[in-house]
């Protein structure tokens, strides 16, 4: 993704602003083995469930251990106890619904003044092993009843797999909660009372856990690793010899594109009929990665939709064209999503489009067999004011143009994981990559390998890099790197968790990785050329850690490459500090 970061704003962090409905319940926050008041009342701790339970002649809060959260976006009126989402556990062959339900709502996502999106928590009956399948359906069937209707058509389809560690994300924490009818609260309560009467302990039945299916990957890998450490700049040197990594970044990625065949992938750009550019410069840019990265798994069909503000509206409907020739199944999730992400490349007022500014590489969603997309699309925001006229000749070398290979970077990223099965906190490939790599380097690779792809002028790439490695964070935000030192920029490399640093609302760092994880990717392509970028990539893929990933293909350790990344910052920042 590529914006200018004063535009970005994520949906988490609209969630602390949204005034819920007056009659839902406040939850509270309780500790575990605290006394209270009532039966079956729910409670929400450090993102984990609680219930109000019997335990020795007393109501004590209960930790739940035990419990789904996710599903559909069911829309609830507070009051209303004729709807509600019902899960079902696939067991023994075939699917039981679960009683014992509650329902939490994150707020906005769905959300109006008045109705709210329930996204359920249900405490389950029985333990649930890992592996075990699991969906949600649409109850309606009067108060408490199980109605066992579809939620949509195909609505089943996708199959959930159930992980404990999926249930205890990091991200749970931030959702403001209210009851929601699910099977209906006065049925959970009547429920507990049956079978947690004061003096009670819970009790839990265990389902047998499944023997682990082992699954192997090979990645494609075109380059022999370790990478060798013979060539002008190495781990060794980078920091003495930081004022020649971009020029010699540029050249090896030049020469990589020199060396290999011409690529025969089908790409497809629509233009919108406003919109002022051509295809020629953006077929030219996708082809010449495409050529970078022979031998590495890629996408089989490229499709970009590019247009200005004039024509954002032409675009919202003519991306599900495009979308449905590659197998891409449409619902009301999915489609807002895509929308989303579109409107996402625009600044949108009162409905219009005033300017267009930046990218986005579209999730690959998954089809109706339930496996991903392998094709990739992006969406461009042509900028047609503050100093640029549109993305004609004259302006086709110019920084913001070079999105055309950012997203497309993105893409050969998640590409990389064609193949490899989707786990339950996965989504899509997007998911996968992010898991793979800490989130200064998904930017840093996106402008590191994309601006120099499609610079093919060093002069024009130098001004573009200088610009970009400097380029100031969004107004009114605080990030954490404040220590220009050389151990400041490693702490900052290495401090980064994968499966919660890409949450703007929790981690203001990201926007750094457009700059400092730029200058970083751009060292690591100095010493080790282009490809053993992607090859941290598809070593995830096979299952390899970040940490792991990195030794593979550098043939260091990633806390001592983590040090030498460092010292050349300290010395780069030193040079050309960060904008303000």
Not at 168 to 177: C, G, M, V
Not at 210 to 216: L, N, Q, R
Not at 239 to 268: M, T
């Amino acid at each position: 993704m590529r914006r200018p970061l004063a535009f970005v704003v994520s949906a988490f962090v609209l969630l602390g602003s949204i005034t819920l409905p007056a009659s839902a319940q406040d939850f509270v926050t309780p500790k575990s083995t605290a006394a209270c008041t009532n039966l079956g009342d729910f409670g929400v701790n450090n993102g984990q469930l609680m219930t109000c339970q019997g335990n020795g002649g007393s109501l004590t809060w209960y930790l739940e251990t035990n419990f789904i959260a996710g599903g559909l976006c069911s829309s609830w009126t507070p009051g209303d106890t004729s709807t509600w989402a019902e899960l079902q556990l696939f067991l023994n062959g075939k699917w039981v619904t679960q009683a014992l339900p509650v329902a939490l709502t994150p707020g906005p996502l769905c959300d109006n003044t008045r109705i709210n999106s329930s996204i359920p928590w249900i405490a389950l009956p029985t333990k649930v092993a890992d592996g075990t399948k699991y969906r949600w359906i649409k109850g309606k069937s009067g108060n408490d009843g199980h109605g066992g209707k579809e939620y949509g058509k195909g609505y089943a389809d996708p199959v959930f797999i159930y992980t404990k560690s999926a249930m205890t994300a990091k991200y749970l924490k931030i959702f403001r909660a209210v009851v929601s009818p699910v099977y209906g609260p006065s049925a959970y309560k009547a429920t507990m009372a049956a079978t947690q009467m004061p003096g009670a302990t819970p009790t839990t039945t265990t389902i047998p856990t499944p023997a682990p299916t082992k699954f192997t990957f090979k990645a494609k890998i075109p380059i022999t690793l370790p990478v060798p450490q013979n060539g002008t700049i190495s781990f060794a040197n980078a920091a003495d010899n930081y004022a020649q990594i971009p020029q010699i970044a540029w050249q090896r990625i030049q020469a990589v594109i020199s060396a290999n065949p011409e690529a025969s992938i089908p790409i497809k750009i629509t233009i919108g009929p406003n919109t002022k550019t051509t295809e020629e410069p953006i077929l030219n840019a996708i082809k010449r990665e495409y050529r970078l990265f022979t031998g590495f798994s890629q996408p089989p069909t490229f499709s970009g939709i590019v247009f200005g503000p004039a024509d954002e509206k032409w675009a919202e409907t003519k991306v599900f064209e495009v979308l449905a020739p590659i197998g891409y199944v449409s619902s009301p999730g999915h489609d807002q999503g895509v929308l989303s992400q579109l409107r996402g490349a625009c600044n949108i007022e009162n409905g219009t489009a005033t300017e267009c500014f930046g990218g986005n590489t579209i999730p690959v969603f998954l089809k109706k067999d339930g496996t991903p997309l392998r094709d990739g699309i992006a969406i461009y925001g042509v900028q047609a004011a503050n100093g640029y006229d549109a993305w004609t000749t004259a302006h086709q070398y110019d920084g913001p143009m070079t999105q055309v290979n950012h997203e497309f970077t993105h893409g050969m990223q998640y590409a990389q994981f064609i193949g490899v099965p989707l786990k339950s906190n996965e989504g899509d490939r997007s998911a996968q990559a992010h898991h793979a790599s800490p989130c200064w380097f998904s930017e840093g690779q996106a402008n590191g390998i994309g601006i120099a792809v499609f610079q093919n002028s060093l002069d024009a790439y130098l001004a573009v890099r200088d610009y970009t490695v400097t380029r100031p964070i969004n107004p009114g935000t605080t990030v954490s790197l404040n220590d220009f030192s050389a151990a400041g920029f490693t702490n900052f490399l290495t401090r980064q968790d994968p499966q919660v640093c890409y949450n703007p609302s929790v981690n203001p760092d990201w926007q750094l990785g457009y700059s400092v994880g730029m200058a970083a990717t751009e060292a690591l392509i100095a010493i080790g050329g282009p490809q053993a970028t992607m090859a941290l990539l598809a070593k995830g893929a096979e299952g390899l850690s970040w940490n792991e990933a990195f030794q593979a293909v550098y043939g260091i350790s990633w806390s001592q490459g983590a040090e030498a990344l460092g010292k050349v910052l300290a010395a780069e920042y030193a040079a050309k500090p960060l904008k303000k």
